[in-house]
């Protein structure tokens, strides 16, 4: 192989030359650190920097003992795909569409003029609107407010504000795939933190942070994939864990806050200096109406700010003056209010069902959101395909995984489940896990 250098910088230089020539592809092995410091006639310290160099810039994954290769495009699992046809859809993670507005109409309306260039990057009744919001879940603590590209968007800012490649961050396990996402694709290290029946288990945020994970991202309401809500109580003791980490960068992942049936319990302690609450629109105004509005401390907005900088990546203005529109509307309001109490009734008949057919779920499980989690006992992937041969399509639980895991569930979308629908889909459950392999 035609690596050559004799520094450390040199020979990381020429791997990605040859990346770059196509020469080395994904997958290909890179020649273990002893011969080809025998055939550069270097130090074996000097290749191993120049490998380290490498993982740490992205270009390079390492194995251990396996050893190091070219880093691969990560192939990461996305919401509402990979579903076959003709199945009763209960996995993609999708909202009801008749519990959305009209979002054509609404941008049609207000007198809206399209902006040039140079133009303020932010529509003022919209921060007007979600700072009078904000300020009821944040009393007493300044902040500002921007507009995002939706919630992962935010994250990835932010995280990227802060942070560089190797740093871990903490989050939820089983974990929104967005954020998985955004963690893999820029190198971050994940620390896993189990979620039970109230959220973040606050032992296990304690040992990530003293691990050394520099931020965290937490769901408090409607968790993904779970369906969890932070109650008061394990919000409190979240706030305490951080209280003892105040330079650790927080976010809060909202998403559900328009038509959550829970309260929004705070996890960020007074003391943090680097937080930010991210409330994206999708789920209440429609997945295609890409935009999440943003609170966060000075310091934090500013970064966030620069790498929205006006005439390059602000959000379009007339994203802003429909979600404006549509936010501001008594009708809008009011369909919110159904959707909230049909989403929290949705996920509260499956589990009635289930339990009236035997599968258990804990008696503190009270979902919020669009889905519903069910522990099992046997292998998820076997039920999961079981449950495609008599007509539905549910997601196993490892895909949510945050890291290495044993846990076996399966994620079940409600957004849409009927009661009649819920009956015969625990019926089948039941039956199923008597006889995954045959049913």
């Known amino acids: 192989m035609p690596i050559h250098g004799a520094t450390a910088m040199e020979i990381a230089d020429s791997v990605r030359d040859l990346i770059a020539a196509g020469e080395l592809r994904a997958a290909d092995p890179l020649p273990p650190v002893r011969g080809l410091a025998a055939d550069l006639g270097v130090n074996r310290n000097t290749v191993a920097a120049a490998y380290r160099q490498l993982v740490v810039a992205g270009v390079a994954e390492t194995h251990g003992r396996g050893g190091t290769m070219v880093a ?7 919401e509402g795909s990979g579903l076959g046809g003709g199945l009763t859809d209960l996995a993609s993670g999708n909202p009801d569409p008749l519990l959305l507005p009209d979002v054509l109409a609404a941008a049609g309306r207000g007198g ?8 303020p990057a932010l529509d003022p009744g919209l921060v007007e609107w979600a700072t009078a919001r904000y300020a009821d879940d944040l009393p007493d603590r300044p902040f500002r407010v921007l507009v995002t590209h939706g919630a992962a968007d935010a994250t ?32 971050y290290r994940t620390a896993p933190v189990p979620v039970d029946h109230a ?17 965290v991202v937490c769901t408090p309401r409607a968790h993904n994939p779970t369906g969890v809500s932070l109650t008061v109580g394990r919000a409190a003791e979240l706030r305490a864990v951080l209280a003892g980490h105040p330079g650790v960068l927080v976010i809060e992942d909202d998403h559900f806050s328009a038509v959550s049936a829970m309260p929004y319990h705070r996890v960020t302690p007074a003391g943090t200096g680097t937080w930010a609450l991210v409330r994206s629109v999708s789920k209440f105004l429609g997945p295609d109406l890409r935009l999440a509005l943003v609170a966060a401390d000075g310091e934090t907005a500013r970064r966030l ?8 990546m602000w959000v379009s203005l007339l994203l802003q003056h429909t979600a404006r529109e549509l936010l501001g509307d008594p009708d809008v309001r009011a369909l919110h209010d159904r959707a909230r109490r049909a989403y929290a ?6 589990v009635r069902e289930l339990t009236a057919h035997g599968i258990g779920v804990p008696a503190a499980y009270r979902p919020d959101g669009l889905n519903v989690w069910v522990d099992l006992d046997q292998r998820a992937r076997p039920v999961v395909d079981a449950l495609a041969r008599r007509g539905w399509a549910v ?3 490892d895909l949510f995984a945050a890291g290495p895991t044993d ?3 399966l994620r079940i979308t409600t957004a849409t489940l009927t009661e009649p629908l819920a009956r015969r889909f625990a019926a089948d459950l039941a039956a199923v896990l008597d006889h995954p392999y045959t049913a």
Do not use: H, K, W
Not at 158 to 187: H, K, M, Q, W
Not at 345 to 350: K, M, S
């Open 407 to 409: 846990r076996q569930a």
């Open 305 to 312: 700010e620069t790498r929205l900088s006006a005439g390059t």
């Open 345 to 350: 009734e949705r996920g509260a008949v499956l």
């Open 156 to 187: 990835e800012r932010l995280l990227n504000a802060y942070l560089t490649r190797g740093d871990a961050v903490a989050v939820e396990d089983p974990c929104f795939l967005g954020s998985i996402g955004t963690l893999r694709l820029n190198g």
């Open 395 to 397: 997601r196993p639980g």
């Open 199 to 215: 959220g973040m288990r606050p032992e296990a945020l304690r040992a990530a942070l003293e691990s050394g994970a520099r931020a």
């Open 72 to 78: 691969r495009t990560p192939q990461l699992a996305r």
């Open 112 to 119: 809206y003029r399209p902006p040039l260039y140079g133009a």
